[in-house]
């Protein structure tokens, strides 16, 4: 009986991941990523992985590799181990008490959780998290390199290969002006048939956003993210009323139900970007996406550019969710010089195939853990390059 078994340990560990080219957002540069990666064992020998992981260290959110490493080794992995793991939401509540915020940390250690119960069970992943109506999702790729040959020639190679014709460009760290110019000189460079969306991670104020996201639109952008501060829901509902021909999409501002409760009642987005990390864990998220669907706003499957673990995992969770959808950006192990699985999702028609097998369908390698693991390779842990950046924009 599977409510008999316990948790019996838990391991956190960093990796260092070079990534393939320099991604540029709007507050700096990443050169890797550094996923912590968590390793789960329950009392009847079955292991699970997760993952979390940030961008930039605490670039994004509050949370870092360090810090969630730190909350799961002396917090998180105590409140939980001995407990019985069949109860999930027992397990995240347990993990509530001992720890408020840190949703990245209390999700990786619910996906190895889920993980583990799959595998022991036999089952993909999907069939605990409510059944799947998805054998497929859109998948969109990031420009960031800066540079718009660059972006161009990763585009048109992307589109010719058949994986990608959904492009998300990152901009908010030059002035508006060159973003506009960038973005419209991208948009002359490619076909029709691409679909082309911005996320500016919170860099503009109301007034930049309505005087030049109008401009993006009419160069042929048709989902903005997070064009404001996560803490600005009144431009974005203004933006929201206001905007012709684009939608607008919550990311850093809707991470529980509750921001997802309050941006619904206040009519401030279009499209909800879900994250397992930033909801805390698998089951949060389908409680967001839930509001989402009662509030008749759509979702897109975001990412915090997470390996294969990280990745499978969110395509497991996003592969359940009904209500109207703008296809997902599980692209992260593409962006990294190698991959921490045996074999990768595939991907095909421009579209991430979602994986079935036990648990999240992609196997570790020992191997390559071992290879990045951050205490064995005694890297530094620089997260970002602000070099690169002004904050006083035109
Ligand atoms: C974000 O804010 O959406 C997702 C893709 C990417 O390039 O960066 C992320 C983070
Ligand atoms: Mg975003």
Redesign the pocket.
Known sequence: MMTAFTIERIEARILDIPTIRP?K?SFGAIQKQSPVIVQLWLSNGATGFGEAAT?GGPS?NEESPESIAHAIDHYLAPAVVQQKAGRIEHVLQRMDLACKGNTFAKSAVEMALVDALSRTLGLPAWQLLGGKVHESLPL?W?L?SGDVQCDLQEAQLRLEQGRHRIF?M?IGARSPEADVAHVTQIARGLPERATLTV?V?QAWDGNTARRYLPQLIEAGVSLI??PVAKWNVPALAQLCQELRGALVMA??TVCTPQDAMMLARANASHVF?L?VAKHGGLLRTRKVAAVAEAADIDWYG????ETSIGSAASAHVFSTLGGQHHGC?L??PQ?LVDDIVESPMPISDYCLQLPDGPGFGVEVSVQQLNRFDRKLSGQAPIHVDLGHHSTARA
């Open positions: 991604h957002l961008i994004w969109a990031t960031a998300k990152k996320d991670n993210e997070q990311d850093e970007s994250k975001g990412t915090m550019l950006e692209f992260g962006l």
